[in-house]
C-alpha cells in the first residue's frame, strides 16, 4: 500500500518560515509529479506547487510564487515545500499528493495518491 506522509506544519507567525516534507513509503509506482494542495477552512482545495519528476521542473500558483520552494531528496524518497514570508491567508490544511501519469499538474484528479495533511496555521 502506498503511504504519503506529512509532516511539519504547525503554528507561525506572518513573516515566518515552515518547511513541511513528505515522506512516500509503501508498494512502488512509477512518479509523473508530486503535488502541494492546500485547504483553508470553508474553501475549496487548491494547487499551491508541483514538481515533475523527470527534470525536476516546478511550477508554483501565484499566490505563492516567489515565497514558497517544492523540493525533492531521492535517497530519501521525501519530498518538501519550503515556506518563508508566510501571510495569514498561507492558513489551511496542506495535502501531499502523487500522480502517476502526466496531465494537468495543477488538478486535483490527476492524483492519484493522498496524504491525510499537516495544518499550518499562520497568526497576523
Known amino acids: 500500500q502506498v503511504q504519503l506522509v506529512e509532516s511539519g506544519g504547525g503554528l507561525v507567525q506572518a513573516g515566518g518560515s515552515l518547511r513541511l516534507s513528505c515522506v512516500v513509503s509503501g508498494r512502488t509506482f512509477s512518479t509523473y509529479a508530486m503535488g502541494w494542495f492546500r485547504q483553508a477552512p470553508g474553501k475549496e482545495r487548491e494547487f499551491v506547487a508541483t514538481?515533475?519528476?523527470?527534470?525536476?521542473?516546478?511550477y508554483y500558483a501565484n499566490s505563492v510564487k516567489g515565497r514558497f520552494t517544492i523540493s525533492r531528496d531521492n535517497a530519501k524518497n521525501t519530498v518538501y515545500l519550503q515556506m518563508d514570508s508566510l501571510k495569514s491567508e498561507d492558513t489551511g490544511a496542506y495535502y501531499c499528493?502523487?500522480?502517476?501519469?502526466?496531465?494537468?499538474?495543477?488538478?486535483?484528479?490527476?492524483?492519484?495518491?493522498w496524504g491525510r495533511g499537516t495544518q499550518v496555521t499562520v497568526s497576523s
Open positions: 499528493a502523487a500522480a502517476t501519469r502526466s496531465g494537468a499538474y495543477h488538478i486535483q484528479s490527476l492524483y492519484d495518491y
Open positions: 514538481l515533475i519528476w523527470s527534470g525536476g521542473r516546478t
